[in-house]
C-alpha cells in the first residue's frame, strides 16, 4: 500500500508517496533526482550508498525509504550547497579521486569522522573509511587529504586561542 | 536491487501495541537497523507478511547502569556503545567487540540485540555478552522473561526467542571484582569482514576465567573445561600450552566458506593464548589498550 512520506532532504521539505518495500537509495536517485550516492553492492559491503539519515551516516541500500518519513537526509549535494566543503576543495586540488565512484561515500565518512574526532590520526582515519571500498586509490592520497585538512583545521584553532 | 517480495509496514507506537501485533498475526518480523533484515528481504531469505519497525520505541532504548547492573536497551546500536563513557568504563571489552562489528556506516545503525536475535555464528558480540554472563530480557503478551545467554544460542540462526517475543534490552551484572578482558577476531581485513573465528576471555582478580568461542563451532560457546583448569594460574606459556589441548578438546570446528576446519582450529590455539595474556595484563593495568588488534 502506497504511503506518504514527508522527510527534509538537504534543508528542503519533500513529500511523497512509497510503497514499504522501496529502499531509500532506489527513491533518493530515480524519484528525487539526488545522484551522487551510488549503487555498488547493494548489500551494505561497500559504502558507495552513504548519506546523512538524522545526523549518523548509513548505507541507503540498507534503508527503507518509509524510515525515512519524519527524519532529515543529506546528501554529498546538501553538503556542498555553499560551495565546496574544505575537504571537498582539497580532495580537488590534490587529485585524490581517480574515477570517483567512491567519492560521495568517502567524503560523507570523512566528514562524520571530522565532526566527531577533529584531530584524528592515520589509524582513526583508516578505521573511518575502512567500509568504503575504493577500487582505483589504493587508499593513500585519500587518507593523505583527509589527515592534511584535519590537521589545518587544528593549526587554524590553535592559532585563534593564543 | 529493489525488494521484489511486498510487505505491510508497521510502526506502532508502544511497545505493549507492538507485542498485541506480534500476538495476534504470524508472518510479523521486527526491524531494527536493517542491517540484516534487509539484505535478506533483498535475497529473498526473508519473506514475512509485514515489517514492524521498533526504532520509535521507548521502552526498547537506552543504556543506564542501576543497582549494579548494566542494561544495554534493544535499540542500542553499535555505534552507541563504543561512544558511551558507561561502557568504556564498566566494560571495555564490549566497546573492543563493537569496534570490530563492520564499519562506521554499518554501526550507526545495527543493534547489539539485532546481531544476538540473527545469531549467526560469526556474531562478534556472542562471545563478550557469554563471559559477562549475560542474561537477555524477552518480553511478549504474555509476560517478561530473562533468558541466560548460555542458554540463547541453540544452532546456527536460531534461538530461544520465541515468534512472538521482543528483546526487551540486555543485562549484564557488573562483577564485584576487578576484572580483565579481551576479544580477539579473526577477519581477513579490517572494516567489513565477518569473523572466522572470536575469542574472548574475561578474568577476574580472584583468577577466575570465562572463555567463550564464536564463528568456529556451530553456535557460540563457553569453554568450560578450559575455565576450570584455568581457575587460580597465572596465564605462564606453560599453562596456556596446557591450556590450549583442552581448548581444541571442547571446541567443534567446523569449515565454511570463510575458513577450513584446520586454519580454524590453529589460529584458535594462538588467539586463545594472546587473549588469556592480555585480559590478564589488563587486569593488572598492563597489557594492550583496548581495541589494539591481537592477529
Ligand atoms: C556490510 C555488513 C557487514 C557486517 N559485518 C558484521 C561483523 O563484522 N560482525 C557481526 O557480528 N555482524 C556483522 N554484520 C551484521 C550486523 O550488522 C547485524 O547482525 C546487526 O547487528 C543486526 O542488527 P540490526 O539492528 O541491523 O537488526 P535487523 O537487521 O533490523 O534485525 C536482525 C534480526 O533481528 C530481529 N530483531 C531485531 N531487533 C529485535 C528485537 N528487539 N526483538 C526481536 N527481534 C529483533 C529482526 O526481526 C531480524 O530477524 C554485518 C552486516 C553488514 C550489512
Ligand atoms: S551500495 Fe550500499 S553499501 Fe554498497
Ligand atoms: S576513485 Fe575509483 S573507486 Fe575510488
Redesign the pocket.
Known amino acids: 500500500m502506497k504511503t506518504e512520506i514527508t522527510f527534509r532532504l538537504n534543508g528542503i521539505e519533500r513529500s511523497l508517496f512509497v510503497e514499504p518495500n522501496d529502499v531509500l537509495i532506489d527513491v533518493l536517485r530515480t524519484r528525487l533526482g539526488i545522484k551522487s550516492p551510488k549503487i555498488g553492492c547493494d ?3 561497500c559504502g558507495t550508498c552513504t548519506v546523512f539519515f538524522n545526523g549518523k551516516t548509513v ?1 541507503s541500500c ?1 534503508v527503507l525509504a518509509i524510515e525515512a518519513d519524519g527524519g532529515e537526509i543529506v546528501t554529498l549535494e546538501g553538503l556542498s550547497e555553499n560551495g565546496p566543503t574544505p575537504l571537498q576543495r582539497a580532495f580537488a586540488d590534490r587529485n585524490a579521486f581517480q574515477c570517483g565512484f567512491c567519492a560521495p561515500g568517502i567524503i560523507l565518512s570523512a566528514t562524520e569522522l571530522l565532526q566527531k574526532n577533529p584531530e584524528p590520526d592515520r589509524h582513526e582515519i583508516q578505521e573511518a573509511i575502512a ?1 568504503n571500498l575504493c577500487r582505483c586509490t589504493g587508499y593513500t592520497p585519500v587518507i593523505d587529504v583527509i589527515a592534511e585538512v584535519a590537521a589545518k583545521k587544528t593549526a587554524g584553532k590553535n592559532r585563534k586561542s593564543r | 536491487m529493489p525488494i521484489t517480495h511486498e510487505f505491510e509496514f508497521l510502526r506502532p507506537s508502544s511497545l505493549g501495541d507492538a507485542l498485541s501485533l506480534l500476538a495476534d498475526r504470524s508472518g510479523i ?12 528481504l533483498k535475497n529473498g531469505q ?1 519473506t514475512p507478511s509485514a515489517v514492524m519497525d ?1 526504532k520509535q520505541l521507548p521502552e ?1 532504548g537506552g543504556l543506564a547502569v542501576k543497582d549494579g547492573v548494566l542494561t544495554i536497551g ?2 542500542v ?2 555505534a552507541e556503545l563504543i561512544e558511551s563513557p558507561l561502557i568504556r568504563k564498566h566494560y571495555p571489552l564490549l566497546a573492543e567487540a563493537a569496534q ?4 562506521g556506516g ?2 550507526n ?10 545469531a ?1 555464528p ?5 562471545t563478550c555478552l557469554l563471559v559477562c554472563d549475560a542474561s537477555v530480557m ?1 518480553v511478549s503478551a504474555r509476560g517478561e522473561r530473562a533468558i541466560p545467554i548460555t542458554e540463547w544460542f541453540s544452532g546456527p540462526r536460531s534461538t530461544a ?1 520465541q515468534p512472538d ?4 534490552c540486555v543485562r549484564i551484572t557488573l562483577p564485584e571484582k576487578k576484572t580483565g578482558g579481551c576479544y580477539v ?1 579473526l ?1 581477513r581485513y579490517n572494516g ?4 572466522q573465528a572470536g575469542v574472548s576471555v574475561l578474568v577476574d582478580s580472584a583468577k577466575n576465567y570465562r572463555v567463550a568461542l564464536s564463528a568456529v563451532c556451530p553456535a557460540p560457546k563457553r569453554l568450560r573445561k578450559t575455565e576450570i583448569f584455568l581457575k587460580g594460574k597465572r596465564p605462564t606459556d606453560k599453562t596456556l600450552s596446557e591450556a590450549v589441548k583442552l581448548v581444541a578438546l571442547e571446541v567443534c570446528a567446523i569449515t565454511d566458506i570463510r575458513a577450513t576446519v584446520e586454519y580454524r582450529a590453529h589460529m584458535t590455539g594462538i588467539m586463545f593464548k594472546r587473549c588469556a595474556a592480555a585480559a590478564f595484563a589488563r587486569l593488572e593495568g598492563k597489557g594492550p589498550r583496548y581495541g589494539e588488534k591481537l592477529v
Open positions: 548489500q551494505g559491503d548505507r540498507l567500509g | 518480523k521486527p526491524l531494527a537497523g536493517g542491517t540484516d533484515l534487509i539484505v535478506r526473508d521498533l526498547l534493544a535499540g546500536t553499535f570490530t562489528v563492520a564499519s554499518v554501526r545503525r545495527a543493534t547489539l540485540a539485532g546481531n544476538i536475535v540473527s549467526v560469526s556474531c562478534d558480540s556472542a524477552a526467542l517475543e521482543l528483546v526487551k577476531k577477519a567489513e569482514d565477518l569473523a
